[in-house]
């Protein structure tokens, strides 16, 4: 009777292995389409629009080691008739420890000041004023690493217990 329990245990925890190792593939494929559809391109092959600044500051904000600070700016830009406002400087947010390093990122921006605007065509309301490449996580990458994160911290545990 003792070895009919185990012998089930044994079945039910090859059973979680497997729904855990497709429920990781399911997840880094999902993650590696939806980086694929939004966050890959170059920007600077977008449109351009003509724009105003309307704002600038620095935030600031605390964490465990001190402060941070972060340059913000507000545009307006108009495409076909419709007007829209953005706030990305560029795709990667700018934090600083120092309130000087974040207003001097800030110097190259005057209110008033004309501005281009990069605006995704397909969602006008997507926009940066410094056009930069944009992060691509090849499908390989994330597949393999969750590939090897499923053997380091699932399998492996389950082979090797007694």
Known sequence: MMNQIQIGADHLLVEISIASALSALACGLILTVWLRFRLTGFTGRW????????????????????PWYRPLVRYRYEIAGQRFEGNHISWIEQQHRTYAKARTALDSFSPGQKVNVYYDPK?????????????????ELVIASTAVMYVL??????????
């Open 47 to 66: 449109p351009v629009a003509n724009g105003v600044l309307l704002d600038r500051e620095v935030a600031s904000e605390r964490d465990d080691v001190g």
């Open 123 to 139: 969602m006008p309301s997507s926009a940066v004023l410094n056009p930069s490449r944009m992060i691509a996580v090849p499908a």
């Open 153 to 162: 911290l699932i399998a492996c545990p389950l082979f090797l217990a007694p």
